[in-house]
Nanobody
Framework: QVQLVESGGGLVQAGGSLRLSCAASGRAFSRFAMGWFRQAPGKGREFVAAIGWSGGLTYYADSVKGRFTISRDNAKNSVNLQMNSLKPEDTAVYYC?????????????????WGQGTQVTVSS
């Protein structure tokens, strides 16, 4: 099990940017695929982005492709989500998740460790 702590959420106007960070505990971080998911009010949790163990492979939901960028720093045990051109529909609680194998997935059930979430609110 790995512990995850997200930070960087907040209130931003439409068109603005935010950078979310996720700090992970444990020495095996570099072997994990990582992902970001989000949950808007009254909706289920949905996939946002994923990154493989080395950072060389990434995968995005169509709704954020071209606007969001996922990255990782294995030396610092961290994964980030740069969010640009934010829209009101991006408003949600954003969760960092770890998958204890190296390959990416967009399926919530494939991720065994989750952070507590950080709120992102985009005003129009």
């Amino acid at each position: 099990q790995v512990q995850l702590v997200e930070s960087g959420g907040g209130l931003v106007q439409a068109g603005g940017s935010l950078r979310l960070s996720c700090a992970a505990s444990g020495r095996a971080f570099s072997r994990f695929a990582m992902g970001w998911f989000r949950q808007a009010p009254g909706k289920g949790r949905e996939f946002v982005a994923a990154i493989g163990w080395s950072g060389g492979l990434t995968y995005y939901a169509d709704s954020v492709k071209g606007r969001f960028t996922i990255s990782r720093d294995n030396a610092k045990n961290s994964v980030n989500l740069q969010m640009n051109s934010l829209k009101p529909e991006d408003t949600a609680v954003y969760y960092c998740a770890a998958r204890t194998i190296a390959t990416m997935s967009r399926l919530e059930a494939d991720f065994g460790s989750w952070g507590q979430g950080t709120q992102v609110t985009v005003s129009s």
